[in-house]
């Protein structure tokens, strides 16, 4: 069992023991981030002179080695290492021999797990807000492309307003757009160097923390080695902000499954995002949108895990603080993914506009604008609030819309009517004459800054 702390022990770790406590099973993916570390660990040292030119070379040239041989299949994962950064060391002390040894001198497993995992992280970051950003290309083309789709929109689930697909769409490119800068702000808060806090207080050599920051594209050291060693803060709060990125997937999705319903009848999934029925050959599912709604549990549980598990720890490391990086892997697996075939799937929907503006004119959607119709020609809201309330009772016992009235029918609630309002009120003057910023009639305004903002 290759361990790196043996020399006070007088027996071999129990097999169970070290079963329970090993990490490698899964911080194996902190390789990279392992390698990346200790070069630039190694470099500080030959620049401070703490080892010499000759050491650190080799050392350096050890580990490029030792990236290069996992990366391309040559050297395996074994089961005799606790974790990932014992393993590398003990394949370096092999390569290299006790200039090998020398690569840990300053540093400690609770400064290099803590850079390993904000290296890892910053990376994950990188790529989430990246697919982040591929989501918000689609949404941004349907929008360009549907300025005059017309839809109902909905207020309790039942028809509210009549709106465009493009006004709809910009609801969720606002909410990713918060998604992205929520990772941004993550990233730049996250952004400092642990590496040199050694296990807890620092160290007696004379290491340049500032250095190895610049190395690793840090914006500098963290500033108290205990909190350097134990802050899992950034871990939290990336789960945090995936949770709620899959909150708006899950929304998301929950919407394009009624829109997808044979009721609804707003969309057609396409067939590679789609599954069928094993008895019911009539079926097609919208499994992709199902799943991510599901799925976002799982990262909700990431989240609260972590929250759990740092709630109670004394300052500073604790062996608990391991339990971060299983829910965290799985949970980075799961919002990629996710985001990845969201966008996929909504990048290939076929939008049914007739069907959906046949559905916008139906359900009353324009009953505010007749009212705001008798506001204009002199009526006081609260009264014509009260008129179109019994234009529409009369239009449920009739089975109509308002516009299918005739002006008699119009004039025997309210005099008021004359012919311009059914222009007034009609699917196209409903959505355009809206023009406040935000809404439906503004979206070509929307979309120049939209274009502006997304790369």
Not at 69 to 83: A, C, P, Q, V, Y
Not at 188 to 211: C, F, H, I, V
Not at 297 to 307: D, L, P
């Amino acid at each position: 069992m290759a361990t790196l702390w043996g020399g006070r022990f007088t027996k071999e770790t129990d097999d169970a023991v070290f079963s329970f406590n090993e990490s490698l099973s899964f911080d194996k993916r902190l390789y990279k981030a392992d390698i990346t570390g200790s070069i630039a660990h190694a470099t500080m040292l030959g620049k401070q002179g703490i080892i010499s030119d000759e050491d650190t070379k080799l050392i350096i040239d050890g580990l490029k080695s030792i990236l290069t041989d996992i990366e391309n299949g040559t050297l395996l994962f074994d089961t005799k290492s606790e974790d990932i950064h014992s393993f590398v060391e003990a394949n370096l002390i092999n390569r290299i021999g006790d200039a090998g040894k020398r690569l840990h001198t300053g540093r400690s497993r609770n400064d290099q797990v803590a850079l390993d995992m904000k290296l890892y992280t910053r990376d994950e970051i990188d790529t989430l807000s990246s697919l982040v950003n591929d989501l918000l290309k689609v949404i941004l083309r349907i929008m360009e492309e549907n300025v005059d789709t017309y839809i109902p929109s909905f207020t309790h689930l039942q028809k509210a307003q009549p709106s465009n697909l493009a006004h709809y769409m910009g609801a969720y490119m606002e909410m990713f757009l918060r998604d992205r800068d929520r990772l941004s702000d993550i990233r730049k808060r996250m952004n400092l160097s642990p590496l040199g806090s050694g296990a807890l207080a620092g160290t007696t050599y004379p290491l340049d923390r500032e250095y190895v920051a610049s190395l690793l594209s840090f914006d500098g050291a963290t500033r108290n080695s205990m909190d350097s060693v134990s802050d899992r803060d950034y871990l939290i709060e990336l789960l945090s902000a995936c949770s709620t990125i899959m909150m708006h997937l899950s929304r998301f999705s929950e919407e394009m499954i009624i829109w997808n319903s044979n009721e609804y009848r707003f969309i057609e999934m396409d067939d590679a995002f789609s599954t069928g029925s094993s008895i019911m050959p009539q079926k097609k599912n919208p499994d992709i949108a199902e799943l991510v709604r599901g799925k976002t549990g799982r990262v909700y549980g990431a989240t609260m895990s972590i929250m759990t598990t740092m709630k109670g720890l004394p300052l500073a490391y604790n062996k608990d603080m391991q339990e971060d990086k299983e829910v965290a892997f799985d949970a980075f697996d799961t919002v990629n993914d996710c985001v990845k075939l969201f966008t996929g799937m909504l990048d290939t929907i076929t939008f049914n506009k007739e069907v959906m503006a046949k559905s916008a004119m139906n359900g009353f959607t324009n009953a505010t604008d007749a009212a705001d119709y008798l506001v204009v020609k002199g009526v006081p809201f609260r009264d014509a609030h009260g008129i179109i309330g019994q234009l529409v009772l009369k239009c449920i016992d009739k089975n109509c819309s308002i516009e299918d009235l005739s002006l008699e029918e119009l004039k025997s609630i309210c005099d008021v009517f004359d012919e311009d309002v059914y222009d007034a009120i009609s699917l196209k003057t409903c959505v355009s004459k809206r023009l406040t910023k935000g809404a439906p009639g503004a979206m070509l305004e929307a979309i120049e800054y939209y274009k502006s903002v997304i790369n």
